[in-house]
Structure formats: structure tokens, C-alpha cells
């Protein structure tokens, strides 16, 4: 017929046969009720699909021809054509479709078992005749209809459960809608269907899920609960704007919780204790960041913006942290191992990184860390030296110059000492005391104006001994002698030498304690008119001798007394004295 120019009749004739067959098709699907209905609507749908085919391939050449030069739809898709329009989007099939597809999905949804083959047949057939078709005839009354169970279900959950328990649900459910388009949808409905459930699920209720009372993100992170932080922040990661809550939620109490604790007297009357509070804080969410919140970045950079915003409100957080490394430095960190000391001294920058007057920390710091130097009461040289080298690293080198300074005179003091004591052996001489001299830079050292102070007699002496060694092979230097930085030992005999103690006190206390060696009483003003210690420094020493240490003991009077444990001091063993060098140019 295509060669005796009858293609359009042939063409023409096809069609009305397919119409008129599926007419008939129609009808008999449409009689057909429930599950039935979709069991026929298949049946049918594969014998018109194989029929089709069969027709396609007897009139091969008019689809080569005819339909080619014609422009008309070749005859396998008329035949798709024609079902779609006169079955699939006959009314009253089309709406008991969508009805019982839906209530398929809605009775899965509830826990029941249905035929998920039938169901995929049935999305395949709308696929076979085309996207759109699947997208308009099915797949947009199936995200709405999941719009409208999702908001009602969460509406109810977060009505009668906690948080955690809501958000098991919905992760439980977002992995069900994900099972589903697998099983009988089509790939491209995934991403559609999970933006409809974590909207209803999550957007709509991620508020509420926070701030929910004893479960929401605040509680969770008290508890340590990281197993459901964790499931909260992959939850809220899917959202807009879902981890930027999180943030700010955690932000608020971070801060709120860090300012009850910088303006809470009783919490900052122990600075060492203040500071470890500090860390044990930080160290919690620092926690919870790295276990339940992936090691986000951006929770971290809010744990440390709140942490510097409160810290910064108490203005003694840079002596406190001072006091603190002062403190591990002297003894807490005194049988740690390395690892032990290298963490605790990062946990302490961590909380130096907050401070905004890095200028009042190194002023503190200097001064803790001359003690240490001076006294020798340092837990190791190579702990001091790495805490220098962090602080270095995040300050620079103007920052330490000073404090690397400190350390170089302590070494070349103790080289000092040994030329100093093998001189006294080469010319036979041996002091009424075992001295020891720090000589200190003049600048580089948190010293004072040099303060007068009467030395015993054989200390001056030693002294000057060391004064005229020490000049005699540096020409052009002075010597001012820091009595108010220096130690000294003692032995005390008590009970005709049956008790015996040692001692340590600061020089303006051994110069004191010598006194009572030869009188059995002293007034302040004698003390005071003996040794002309500086009135602060000497009501200061006296007050730390009599009264014991918490405000015990008895109340320094007027008159002081030969008794107790300074009963009978007879030698000095060893005092340490700070000394400043001051170069000059010749």
C-alpha cells in the first residue's frame, strides 16, 4: 500500500484499530477493582506493549518510509501514544491509579508488606511511555501526597517523643524513602522525595528539635550524648541553614556557660583551679566536636570564638594562665611523660590563643618564669624550653627574645659558679658559706630597683669575694645585688640539738631569723633600724613568718620573740642571690 501511495491510509487505518482496540482495554481495566486493578492494568499493558511490537516490525517499511517523509510518529510509539491517552489518562483509570498507588505506598509506609513487583511494573510501564508522563501522572501526586504525611507524622513525634527519639525516626524513615525509589521508583525520584521528607522532618522542626527541653542540642551536649549529637548534626547537615543553628545554638551556651564561670568570685579565687575548669570546659567540646560532629572546622572556629569572648571578660585570665604554667612547670606535671607534658602544655596555649593582652601575659609569665629559673624549682629544662618554643611559634620571636634571654644567663651563671669556686680552690680559700650567683641582664629580667638590706657579716663577705672574681674578669660591668629575688637555707637546732630542720626563706626572712642568733626579742622598729629592709618587704616577711599558712598561727605584734621553730638557728648552709650585670663599653 506504501508503494502504490495508500501510506496515509495504511498509516491512518492502524491508528483507528489501536483506538478502537484500546477502548475496549480500557473498559475492561476500569471494571476491574483494587489490587486487581493494577494486576490488569499490567496484564493488558504487556499484551498491547508485545502487540505493538509485532506490528512494528510487519510495517517496518512504512516507518522507514511513510512516517520518515511524513513526519509522523513511527508506529511502536504510536502505539505508546495511544495507550497513554486513551487508557492511562482515561479519568476514571487515572484516578483509581494514583489512589491505589497511594495507598500502596501509605500501607508500606505503616509497616505493612505489598507487592513491590506490581509496583514497579506499574512505574516502569509510565517510564516506558515516557518521563514526563511518569513525572505528571505520577511522581508530582506522590511527593505532594508525602508532603502531607510527613508534616502530619512530625507534627505528631515531636508532640510525644524527645529528641533523640524524633530523630531516629526520621533518620529511620529518610532511609525507607531512599529503600523505596530503589525497589519500585525511578532513580531520578530519590533526590525529589528525600528534599520533601527532610523539609517536613527536619527543616520544619529543627528549631524545635534544639531547643527542646531536656533533650535538645544543649542537654545532649551536657550529657556527653554523642551517639545522638552525632545523629543531630548528620540530620541537620542535609538542611539549609541546619548546621548554622547548630553553631549558633552551641555558641550562645558555650558563652553563656563561660561567663557564670569568669564572673563567679568563688570560681576565681583559685587561679590554678580557675584555669583547669577552663580546659576540662574545653576539652568536653572539644570532644564532642571530634566525635559526634566530625571534626567539623566550622564547630571548632565557634568554640573558639566563644571561648575568646568570655575569656577576655575577666581581666586577670593572663595572669591566671600564667599561674597555671607556673604551677605544672613547678610540680604538677613532676612524673608525667613526655606525651603527658606536650599535651597539657598545648591545651594551655589553646587557652593563650583566646587572650587579647598577650603583653599582660608575657609581663606575668616573665616573672613566674624567673622565679623558677632563680630558684630551680622547674619540673625539667626541656618542658620550659618547649613551652618557649610554642610560644615562639605563635608569637615570634620579639615575643620571646627576652625569655630566651633569662635562659642563656641562668647557663652562663652556673658556668660562672664553676670558674668561681675552682678559682677559691686554686688560692686555698674556702667561704663560711656555700654561695651561689645568678648574674641577670639588665632588661631581660622582671627586676627592681636594687633595695638596701643589711647582709649578715660572713654573707657580706662571701659576697664581696665573689663581687671583686666576678669584676676582675668582666672589666666594665656593675654589679647591683638583687637581695629581694634571692633564697637561703637554713639549719635550725631545736631542744639542745635533738630537733634538727631545714629551712627555706627569701634573704629579707633569713636576715630576720639571723637576728634572733643573738637576742631574745626584737621590737619591729629594731628589725627594722638592723636590717633596713623596705617597710612593705619587711611587714611582708615578718607576716609570713608568724602567721601559718591559711590565716592560722599568731598575729604579728609589736614585739617579736625567740620561740617556736626558729628557736635556735646556728648556720647558714647555702643563699642564693640575683645579681644584675650592667655592660659597658670601655
Not at 508488606?113 to 518521563?131: C, E, H, P, S, Y
Not at 647557663?411 to 645568678?438: C, H, I, N, Y
Request: some cysteine; proline content about 2%.
Amino acid at each position: 500500500m506504501v508503494l502504490h501511495k495508500f501510506g496515509d491510509k495504511l498509516y491512518n487505518g492502524v491508528a483507528g484499530a489501536l483506538r478502537s482496540h484500546l477502548a475496549g482495554v480500557a473498559a475492561r481495566i476500569e471494571a476491574a477493582q483494587g489490587l486487581p486493578f493494577l494486576k490488569e492494568l499490567k496484564s493488558c499493558w504487556d499484551d498491547h506493549n508485545k502487540s505493538t511490537q509485532m506490528i512494528r516490525d510487519i510495517l517496518m517499511y512504512m516507518d522507514r518510509t511513510y512516517v520518515t517523509q511524513q513526519h509522523k510518529a513511527p508506529v511502536f510509539q504510536l502505539g505508546l501514544d495511544l495507550w497513554r491517552e486513551q487508557v492511562v489518562r482515561q479519568p476514571q483509570i487515572h484516578q483509581r491509579l494514583l489512589a491505589i498507588l497511594g495507598d500502596m505506598v501509605s500501607r508500606e509506609r505503616a509497616g505493612e508488606i505489598v507487592d513491590r513487583a506490581l509496583l514497579r511494573a506499574t512505574t516502569q510501564m509510565l517510564m516506558d511511555l515516557g518521563k514526563p508522563t511518569y513525572e505528571e501522572d505520577f511522581e508530582r501526586h506522590f511527593l505532594a501526597t508525602a508532603a502531607d504525611f510527613y508534616a502530619k507524622e512530625a507534627q505528631e513525634v515531636i508532640a510525644s517523643s524527645n529528641a533523640p527519639e524524633y530523630m531516629l525516626k526520621a533518620e529511620r524513615r529518610l532511609a525507607e524513602e531512599v529503600e523505596r525509589v530503589k525497589n519500585y521508583l525511578d532513580e531520578s525520584t530519590e533526590p525529589k522525595i528525600t528534599h520533601v521528607a527532610e523539609h517536613e522532618l527536619i527543616t520544619v522542626q529543627m528549631k524545635a528539635l534544639v531547643e527542646m527541653e531536656g533533650s535538645g542540642l544543649v542537654p545532649l551536649l551536657m550529657d556527653d550524648k554523642y551517639e545522638d549529637l552525632g545523629r543531630m548534626y548528620s540530620l541537620f547537615k542535609r538542611v539549609d541553614d541546619g548546621l548554622a543553628l547548630l553553631r549558633s545554638v552551641m555558641g550562645s551556651h558555650i558563652k553563656e556557660e563561660g561567663r557564670a564561670l569568669v564572673n563567679d568570685p568563688e570560681k576565681t579565687k583559685d587561679p590554678v583551679e580557675y584555669v583547669s575548669v577552663l580546659l576540662g570546659m574545653r576539652d568536653k567540646y572539644e570532644a564532642s566536636i571530634s566525635r559526634a560532629f566530625a571534626d567539623d572546622k566550622s564547630f571548632r572556629n565557634t568554640l573558639n570564638q566563644s571561648f575568646e569572648a568570655f575569656i577576655n571578660q575577666q581581666q586577670r585570665s593572663p595572669e591566671f594562665i600564667s599561674l597555671f604554667i607556673d604551677d605544672r612547670l613547678r610540680k604538677g606535671l613532676k612524673g608525667a611523660s613526655e606525651g603527658e607534658v606536650e599535651a597539657t602544655l598545648d591545651k594551655v596555649m589553646a587557652l593563650f590563643r583566646y587572650l587579647q593582652e598577650k603583653d599582660v601575659f608575657e609581663k606575668y609569665y616573665k616573672q613566674h618564669l624567673a622565679k623558677r629559673l632563680l630558684s630551680g624549682r622547674t619540673v625539667s629544662d626541656d618542658a620550659e624550653r618547649n613551652m618557649l618554643v610554642k610560644l615562639k611559634t605563635e608569637c615570634g620571636y620579639q615575643f620571646t627574645s627576652k625569655l630566651e634571654s633569662m635562659f642563656t644567663d641562668i647557663k652562663t651563671s652556673r658556668d660562672t659558679m664553676g670558674d668561681f669556686k675552682a678559682r677559691l680552690a686554686e688560692q686555698g680559700e674556702e667561704l663560711p658559706l656555700d654561695l651561689s650567683v645568678q648574674v641577670l641582664t639588665t632588661g631581660s629580667w622582671p627586676t627592681q630597683a636594687a633595695s638596701k638590706c643589711v647582709l649578715p657579716a660572713q654573707l657580706e663577705g662571701a659576697c664581696e669575694t665573689f663581687r671583686q672574681f666576678y669584676l676582675g674578669a668582666h672589666s666594665g660591668r656593675r654589679l647591683s645585688w638583687q637581695t629581694n629575688m634571692g633564697t637561703a637555707d637554713l639549719k635550725a637546732n631545736f631542744n639542745n640539738g635533738k630537733a634538727k630542720h631545714e629551712i627555706t626563706v627569701s634573704t629579707y626572712q633569713m636576715v630576720v631569723l639571723l637576728l634572733f642568733n643573738e637576742a631574745e626579742q626584737l621590737s619591729y622598729r629594731e628589725i627594722a633600724e638592723a636590717t633596713e629592709i623596705p617597710a612593705q618587704e619587711l611587714k611582708r616577711s615578718l607576716q609570713s613568718l608568724a602567721c601559718a599558712k591559711g590565716g592560722g598561727g599568731t598575729r604579728v605584734s609589736r614585739r617579736t620573740t625567740r620561740s617556736g621553730l626558729f628557736a635556735a638557728l646556728l648556720v647558714v648552709l647555702r643563699a642564693a642571690y640575683a645579681a644584675t650585670a650592667n655592660c659597658k663599653h670601655i
